[in-house]
T-cell receptor, first 116, second 113 residues
Framework: DSGVTQTPKHLITATGQRVTLRCSPR?????VYWYQQSLDQGLQFLIQ???????AKGNILERFSAQQFPDLHSELNLSSLELGDSALYFC???????????????FGPGTRLTVL | TQLLEQSPQFLSIQEGENLTVYCNSS?????LQWYRQEPGEGPVLLVT?????EVKKLKRLTFQFGDARKDSSLHITAAQTGDTGLYLC?????????????FGKGTLLTVNP
């Protein structure tokens, strides 16, 4: 158990819909990262928040957005869903935002999104 | 764009055999990490290698970072069924992007009894 929690575990929805994925970081961690994992693309970095502020963006579509709340939990919002958005979505947390290899990211168990 | 290529993509072996998986890039990373991911779980960090030429051992697992910090290998001795999983390498960015992990697509290892 990494200490990072994600809900829901599974989500099935239809094309065109909007969903929200939730992540609670490990106690004491200020930084939250979102990743998407698919068979063809592998694990890809989407976006990072640190203490409520956006710090970095990766391969995140404009239809996707995220935020981190004062209690440090984070939500990833996916809208106008397409079949290709079906994937595993992981949240990770770390103590800080810098330090490279010293700043270990701990991954949650993921949310499996299926778009029909 | 920094890319990491992992090989082989799939590996199925018998318990007790040795194996090596590779992680290669044309880019230099400040460090490189190896993760193992089991079905229904998120990746779990196994090791971080930092210095070119560095070798780290974790029980039956041996990790090596290439001299030029562009490639790495993971060697497992006398594999066990519990080693089954998806092995991912991830390059850690440097400077202003040192938050960023760039993952390879992984090697799916199956160890048969």
């Amino acid at each position: 158990d990494s200490g990072v929690t994600q809900t829901p575990k599974h989500l099935i929805t239809a094309t065109g819909q909007r969903v929200t994925l939730r992540c609670s970081p490990r106690s004491g961690d200020l930084s939250v990262y979102w990743y998407q994992q698919s068979l063809d693309q592998g694990l890809q970095f989407l976006i990072q928040y640190y203490n409520g502020e956006e710090r970095a963006k990766g391969n995140i579509l404009e239809r996707f957005s995220a935020q981190q709340f004062p209690d440090l939990h984070s939500e990833l919002n996916l809208s106008s869903l397409e079949l290709g958005d079906s994937a595993l979505y992981f949240c990770a947390s770390s103590v800080t935002t810098s330090g490279g290899f010293r700043n270990t990211q701990y991954f949650g168990p993921g949310t499996r999104l299926t778009v029909l | 764009t920094q890319l990491l290529e992992q090989s082989p993509q799939f590996l199925s072996i018998q318990e007790g055999e040795n194996l090596t998986v590779y992680c290669n890039s044309s880019s230099v990373f400040s460090s490189l990490q190896w993760y193992r991911q089991e079905p229904g779980e998120g990746p779990v960090l196994l090791v971080t290698v930092v210095t070119g030429g560095e070798v780290k051992k974790l029980k039956r697992l041996t990790f090596q970072f290439g001299d030029a910090r562009k490639d790495s290998s993971l060697h497992i001795t006398a594999a066990q069924t519990g080693d089954t999983g998806l092995y991912l390498c991830a390059g850690v960015g440097s400077g202003g992007s040192n938050y960023k992990l760039t993952f390879g697509k992984g090697t799916l290892l199956t160890v048969n009894p």
